[in-house]
């Protein structure tokens, strides 16, 4: 545990210094080893689980570059949006929050089969926590609130 947490101090300082793509892997590399921590997955249990995952989270960003890239970028536009064109933007939107749903169902009831339903649970817990202290180092290290 305390090697995880001078990790996680190192990792948060180097991130204090910019976000450029290879702060972007640093991150995932501590994401996993944060919730391989937080969910006790063993090696079997991870070698099953990190390809679920990893699947999960491609598909959940594919979902949101279509959403910014159909939806959001039109919105800054939003002044030459006719009713018409709003609408069909209402009902794409709406559309890919039900994909994004579907695929978090799909995601949680495989990941409950490959570890199990405590560890799916403990999974949006320490996502949810994983993000919460990046947040917080992040604003505290660029002096924030």
């Known amino acids: 545990m305390n090697k995880f947490v001078l990790l996680l101090l190192m990792f948060f300082t180097a991130i204090s210094f910019g976000q450029h793509k290879k702060d972007w892997e640093k991150i995932k590399t501590l994401k996993i080893a944060y919730i391989t921590e937080k969910l ?3 090696s079997k249990e991870a070698q099953e689980f990190w390809p679920v995952y990893n699947e999960y989270e491609e598909k959940r960003h594919a979902l949101m570059r279509k959403e910014h890239s159909q939806i959001k970028d039109k919105l800054d536009n939003s002044d030459d949006l006719s009713e018409k064109d709003a609408e069909k933007l209402l009902k794409l939107k709406v559309s ?37 202290d990046l947040i917080k180092q992040y604003r505290h290290n660029k002096g924030g609130r």
């Open 96 to 132: 890919i929050e039900e994909e994004e749903e579907e695929l978090d169902k799909a995601f949680l009831l495989h990941v409950s089969k490959v570890t199990s339903a405590k560890k799916a649970l403990l999974l949006l817990k320490a996502e949810e926590d994983f993000k919460r």
């Open 40 to 42: 006790s997955l063993d």
